[in-house]
């Protein structure tokens, strides 16, 4: 079963790993690309967004405050080598900040700098499968982002979307961790005790993970109406 979530400090060698393999991804892809899951978009216009919100949250770090939002302001350099930096300039800003600090940020959980360490990380992993990469995730880096999902984004998804509807209380199951989840209905629903029975959700981890992010894949294998329900709603931002 997977500690989740990490210490705060346990996510940056995670998080130097992802960003670099979505370098490597940008240096060695085709700019002009698509991007299946983010219909309109190039691979080029996907390193553009990612770069930018890297600078976004290490400007919300570094503050503690919230921070205007431009995602798709351009490069002032060359893609790579603009996105490299912007992870840098992210990993320094984190590596600086105290895990405990008080700081803004838009998930359910305790308004600390430690929610961005973690927030990062599942950004780049989930962008970095859009871009294409054979980047092979770890399954409880996965499990983690799972849990931001339910735990973090759930409780705030009225900020973005309707609350989802479900008819009774849904188990989700990674396969590959052995952790698992049990999603209740409510107002917005929320994580709570096992249930025995009813509706499932069973895959690896990273497979968990994209379908929650609404991403293509392979699908885990869904069991009953609340399954359904729970794997339709969109979920996060």
């Given at each position: 079963?997977?500690?989740?979530?990490?210490?705060?400090?346990?996510?940056?060698?995670?998080?130097?790993?992802?960003?670099?393999?979505?370098?490597?991804?940008?240096?060695?892809?085709?700019?002009?690309?698509?991007?299946?899951?983010?219909?309109?978009?190039?691979?080029?216009?996907?390193?553009?967004?990612?770069?930018?919100?890297?600078?976004?949250?290490?400007?919300?770090?570094?503050?503690?405050?919230?921070?205007?939002?431009?995602?798709?302001?351009?490069?002032?350099?060359?893609?790579?080598?603009?996105?490299?930096?912007?992870?840098?300039?992210?990993?320094?800003?984190?590596?600086a900040?105290?895990?405990?600090?008080?700081?803004?940020?838009?998930?359910?959980?305790?308004?600390?700098?430690?929610?961005?360490?973690?927030?990062?990380?599942?950004?780049?992993?989930?962008?970095?499968?859009?871009?294409?990469?054979?980047?092979?995730?770890?399954?409880?880096?996965?499990?983690?982002?799972?849990?931001?999902?339910?735990?973090?984004?759930?409780?705030?998804?009225?900020?973005?979307?309707?609350?989802?509807?479900?008819?009774?209380?849904?188990?989700?199951?990674?396969?590959?961790?052995?952790?698992?989840?049990?999603?209740h209905?409510?107002?917005?629903?929320?994580?709570?005790?096992?249930?025995?029975?009813?509706?499932s959700?069973?895959?690896?981890?990273?497979?968990?993970?994209?379908?929650?992010?609404?991403?293509?894949?392979?699908?885990?294998?869904?069991?009953?109406?609340?399954?359904e329900?729970?794997?339709?709603?969109?979920?996060?931002?």
């Amino acid at each position: 079963m997977t500690t989740m979530p990490f210490p705060a400090r346990a996510y940056l060698p995670v998080l130097r790993e992802l960003t670099s393999a979505f370098a490597e991804r940008l240096r060695t892809g085709d700019p002009a690309a698509k991007v299946p899951d983010c219909v309109g978009w190039t691979l080029a216009d996907l390193g553009t967004h990612l770069g930018n919100v890297h600078r976004w949250a290490a400007t919300v770090v570094t503050t503690g405050q919230s921070h205007p939002q431009d995602f798709e302001r351009a490069p002032g350099a060359e893609l790579v080598s603009w996105y490299a930096e912007s992870a840098g300039i992210l990993l320094d800003a984190l590596a600086a900040a105290g895990p405990e600090d008080r700081c803004w940020h838009f998930g359910g959980t305790e308004k600390t700098t430690a929610f961005w360490f973690r927030r990062q990380v599942h950004e780049t992993a989930v962008h970095l499968a859009d871009a294409g990469s054979d980047h092979a995730l770890d399954p409880a880096v996965a499990a983690d982002g799972v849990d931001e999902v339910l735990g973090a984004m759930l409780p705030r998804v009225t900020r973005w979307h309707a609350v989802p509807q479900l008819p009774g209380p849904v188990t989700l199951r990674a396969t590959d961790t052995g952790d698992v989840w049990t999603v209740h209905p409510g107002e917005p629903p929320a994580l709570g005790p096992a249930a025995s029975g009813g509706a499932s959700v069973e895959g690896p981890a990273r497979d968990l993970l994209l379908r929650l992010w609404k991403r293509s894949g392979p699908d885990p294998r869904a069991t009953g109406e609340a399954a359904e329900a729970l794997l339709a709603a969109p979920l996060t931002p």
